[in-house]
């Protein structure tokens, strides 16, 4: 089929060539449900515009111009983070047997910083154990919390591994923390990091919040609405009121989580006049949950799926992109792979952002 994409807004040639036969339906697609005129599109001066009357405090401001700042994608308003933190998570075995270079926590500082990215999100082990030679080089992102899987029987529960004052001291510009919105112990962890972010920002550091829903009710007849965009909006929505600086969600893949699921409150208006199935179109409902975008989305990279990992990433960062985010989180696809190759992935991943010709929707 003949591309219906204009000549005079063409990508570069690569990324035409890995999004394949989508090329067309994502470039070309123009969201009719919530008008890019209502989203706070990423500039260069988005620290300026979207929080220079709020009330986060100068060494806040610092910290997220210097996170903005650094990296391929310095000064575009965008951001590019490598986040390793599989090995408490998945255990370290299924995550870095098959590339064992990761064991090291110093390889994964290396790839970020020769990738270019903004920075660098992992564990307190690792990010103490190589502060005072990488702190001053890359913005750290310092992962409080974590579920760890060593317990028996498995349970999903996010606890605390360190303090705010700890991650302030080995040097880092910010922290991050995740909630499992819709789990038995979502209320406990809510408060636990609203606390941790009060405390990050009276220190100076920049909040990412990994909002992510979990419970095994959200699987319903073979379809699973942990992905469901009017449900994981909300998730972003209680995220930004708890002052997180950035929000972290897995890209929205389906929709009406509340209707299958018969629970919680929601408004026919969603589904009939502010979404529909295209892919941007129910990931810029996610970034108006997040103040209209004045709270940057940063999406996640998904898991590794082998050989199709590159056209992947860069599929969700033309989502991301497009529907108004301002970046990716993306670690598996990366570190499954040999170093070069997943520096080249992420790298993938940043010229989308850069190439001024893949605008808002």
């Not at 591309?3 to 060539?17: A, G």
């Not at 706070?40 to 986060?56: A, K």
Request: aromatic share 8%; with cysteine; proline share 3%.
């Amino acid at each position: 089929m003949r591309s219906t994409i204009k000549p005079s807004i063409m990508p570069n040639t690569n990324i035409l060539s890995l999004l394949g036969g989508q090329a067309d339906n994502l470039l070309s697609h123009t969201c009719q449900t919530i008008d890019r005129q209502r989203i706070r599109t990423p500039t260069p001066h988005y620290v300026d515009e979207c929080f220079g009357d709020s009330n986060r405090n100068p060494q806040v401001l610092c910290s997220l111009q210097r996170l903005f700042s650094h990296g391929r994608l310095g000064d575009t308003g965008y951001l590019s983070i490598f986040p390793v933190d599989q090995g408490i998570e998945h255990s370290a075995g299924a995550s870095f047997a098959k590339n064992p270079i990761y064991f090291d926590g110093e390889k994964i500082i290396e790839t970020a910083l020769e990738a270019g990215c903004n920075g660098v999100a992992t564990t307190f082990g690792v990010l103490a154990q190589h502060s005072r030679k990488y702190a001053h080089k890359i913005p750290f992102v310092v992962k409080i919390n974590h579920n760890q899987l060593l317990s028996y029987p498995s349970g999903y529960d996010q606890i605390m591994f360190g303090s705010v004052k700890e991650a302030w001291n080995l040097g880092a510009t910010a922290i991050g923390a995740t909630i499992y919105f819709g789990s038995e112990e979502s209320d406990r962890q809510i408060q636990e990091v609203s606390q941790a972010f009060e405390l990050a920002h009276e220190l100076g550091m920049v909040t990412i919040l990994w909002c992510y829903l979990r419970n095994s009710a959200f699987k319903k007849d073979i379809i699973d609405y942990h992905t469901a965009t009017d449900l994981s909006s909300q998730a972003c929505h209680i995220g930004v009121t708890l002052q997180a600086d950035i929000i972290k969600q897995k890209l929205p893949t389906t929709n009406e989580g509340y209707r299958a699921l018969n629970f919680g409150k929601t408004d026919d208006r969603v589904y009939n006049e502010l979404t529909t199935d295209h892919p941007i179109d129910l990931t810029r409902y996610m970034v108006l949950n997040c103040y209209a975008g004045k709270i940057g989305l940063i999406n996640s990279g998904g898991g590794s799926q082998g050989d199709s990992d590159l056209q992947e990433a860069v599929r969700t960062a033309v989502v991301n992109k497009r529907a108004g985010g301002i970046g990716l989180i993306l670690g598996r696809k990366a570190f499954s792979k040999p170093q070069k190759e997943g520096i080249a992935l992420l790298q993938a991943v940043q010229d989308v952002y850069l190439d001024n010709s893949i605008g808002l929707a």
